[in-house]
């Protein structure tokens, strides 16, 4: 079997996302900030357009809003942008419980 570089990316991708997701209200607005910038900055860089978009919409909405519930909505859609790319390949779903209310500055 030959390793797909691509799919190295997209596994990447996931685990930044399902590792905020999972930090549920304990990451700080900077760090979570960069790392969306990272997510943004790597999905340009392999054009996944759609990820690159959401992540670029979810920085926007951090700036005028703050942190709030909007950060699980936009890591599920991301989340699910990158599973769309993934070929024939099944993503487990990250159970989401509960939504985010207050993220620390």
Same mark, same amino acid.
């Given at each position: 079997?030959? /390793? ?5 990316? =997209? +596994? ?5 996302? $399902?590792?905020? &997701? ?18 943004? /900055? ?12 959401? +992540? ?6 951090? =700036?005028?809003?703050g942190a ?7 890591? $599920?859609?991301?989340?699910? &942008?990158?599973?769309a790319e993934?070929? $024939? ?8 419980? &509960?939504?985010?209310? /207050?993220?620390? +500055?």
């Amino acid at each position: 079997m030959r /390793h797909d570089p691509m799919l190295a990316i =997209l +596994a990447d991708l996931l685990r930044r996302v $399902d590792g905020l &997701a999972g930090e549920r209200g304990h990451v700080s607005v900077p760090r979570l900030r960069d790392e969306i910038d990272q997510i943004r /900055h790597v999905a340009r860089a392999f054009h996944i357009d759609s990820v690159e978009g959401l +992540a670029g919409t979810l920085q926007s909405a951090l =700036l005028l809003q703050g942190a709030g519930p909007v950060i699980m909505s936009y890591l $599920d859609l991301m989340r699910e &942008a990158i599973a769309a790319e993934l070929p $024939d390949a099944q993503v487990i779903p990250m159970p989401v419980t &509960a939504s985010v209310t /207050h993220l620390p +500055a």
